[in-house]
């Protein structure tokens, strides 16, 4: 293992792979049962693949692909799929049923609604995931209650209300959350669906990953109607590191002889994962604090225990970046090269490409440039996880320059 040092650090593993937890949890069943429990879902669609073929050859590298989530049903974001799936297996289990029982139209019947009577859920939130929760709580009629911390943008707590879902702000950050909504969930024998794990709750978590693979499968088909068997990268960002684990779990099982090389990519003032990697004894490390990033879908001190599971066996790069990084990112996406698709981007959809093209692009990284073998036959895949999901953050990023790049690494091309 060797660290490269910059503004931010990289830990790249050397560590033999293993996939036998990545076969065992993404077999390409479970992402055939989530797609075809997606697809019933009213106003599903598969959403674009954007292609950046100028920005790719601008900066050495033979695509660039972003699967565009910011266009996903209503709700401007990849994390209605894993909750959606989740609870559609949580009342497949209350209400006895098999796969092929339990369809979308039953669960929003009034015999469904009847039979689940009483049942609330509930969940910790920095925003994109409790809104999907909630959505999927008010389709089936049930009670929903989301715990957010102290610094949940406005705009992100307005946008679960809008779903007739209770919201408590919690006096911490977003694990504080998670920790307040556990201890009220089993005073008030709630029912927890949550995307992140601990001791002794592991099987909806799992369910919630699971769920994300549809995007996974849709970005594949895509991939393969433009001639490309397989991307040769995947970069993927990490909060608990749910998204991340099923993203590299999905490819890691696909292609176990020949997977892509992953780079996990976290805010360094909330880089648990990067933490749990660095100190590499076997066991979760959290980081403490404010968690002050302005990713705040990736505010997460917490690892996920079966997330890291997958990411400790399969993962080539892990790595943690400053706020600039992650507005860079949304600016290429949202001022693109003439030719290039125009992508809208939260800072945590976008953080990927900004360090995809710090790697590319500055002197202090040509080591891990090296190492990851990136250059003009590479063909990377990002997920652009959330659109604009605080306008005026995206404001003040997009026309007002904030979290500009310093001035040692700005682009001199």
Not at 208 to 223: C, D, V, W
Not at 338 to 363: C, H, N, Q, W
Request: glycine fraction near 8%; charge should be negative; aromatic fraction near 8%.
């Amino acid at each position: 293992m060797m660290e490269i040092k910059r503004d931010y650090d990289f830990i790249l593993r050397t560590k033999k792979k293993d996939v036998t937890k990545a076969e065992e949890l993404f077999d390409i069943k479970y992402s055939r049962l989530a797609r075809k429990f997606h697809r019933q879902i009213p106003g599903y669609r598969v959403t674009p693949l954007r292609s950046l073929p100028n920005l790719a050859q601008m900066i050495g590298l033979g695509g660039i692909y972003v699967k565009d989530e910011a266009q996903r049903l209503e709700l401007n974001s990849f994390k209605v799929m894993g909750g959606s799936f989740a609870i559609f297996r949580l009342v497949e289990k209350k209400l006895n049923l098999k796969d092929d029982e339990l369809t979308y139209d039953y669960l929003i019947s009034p015999e469904c609604h009847e039979r689940l009577k009483g049942l609330t859920i509930t969940s910790a939130t920095d925003g994109n995931h409790g809104k999907g929760i909630a959505w999927a709580s008010e389709k089936l009629g049930l009670r929903c209650v989301i715990y957010v911390h102290r610094e949940t943008s406005l705009p992100r707590i307005e946008a679960i209300k809008r779903y007739n879902a209770e919201v408590v702000v919690v006096d911490g950050n977003y694990d504080d959350a998670v920790r307040k909504c556990a201890e009220d969930a089993k005073k008030n024998g709630w029912q927890i669906v949550s995307d992140t794990s601990w001791d002794g709750y592991t099987e909806i978590p799992t369910w919630i990953m699971q769920g994300y693979t549809t995007m996974l499968l849709e970005a594949q088909e895509q991939l393969l109607g433009i001639g490309l068997t397989k991307p040769t990268h995947v970069f993927v960002q990490a909060g608990v590191g749910a998204l991340a684990a099923s993203v590299i779990g999905f490819y890691s099982a696909l292609f176990k002889d020949d997977p892509p090389y992953f780079v996990v990519v976290e805010p360094e003032k909330a880089a648990c994962i990067y933490e749990t990697a660095r100190i590499n004894d076997g066991k979760c490390h959290s980081v403490k604090g404010d968690l002050d990033t302005i990713m705040a879908g990736l505010a997460c001190g917490d690892p996920s225990p079966i997330a890291w599971e997958v990411l400790d066996n399969t993962a080539d790069v892990f790595m943690k970046v400053p706020d600039y990084t992650a507005a860079r990112g949304m600016r290429i996406l949202a001022v693109p090269l003439r030719g290039d698709p125009f992508v809208i981007s939260g800072e945590s959809g976008a953080v990927t490409l900004g360090a995809l093209y710090a790697i590319m692009t500055e002197k202090a990284s040509e080591g891990l440039k090296s190492a990851l073998r990136l250059g003009p036959d590479s063909n990377v895949l990002l997920i652009n996880t959330e659109g604009n999901t605080d306008p005026i953050h995206f404001r003040q990023i997009i026309w007002d320059g904030v979290d500009n790049v310093p001035l040692d690494y700005l682009t001199k091309r």
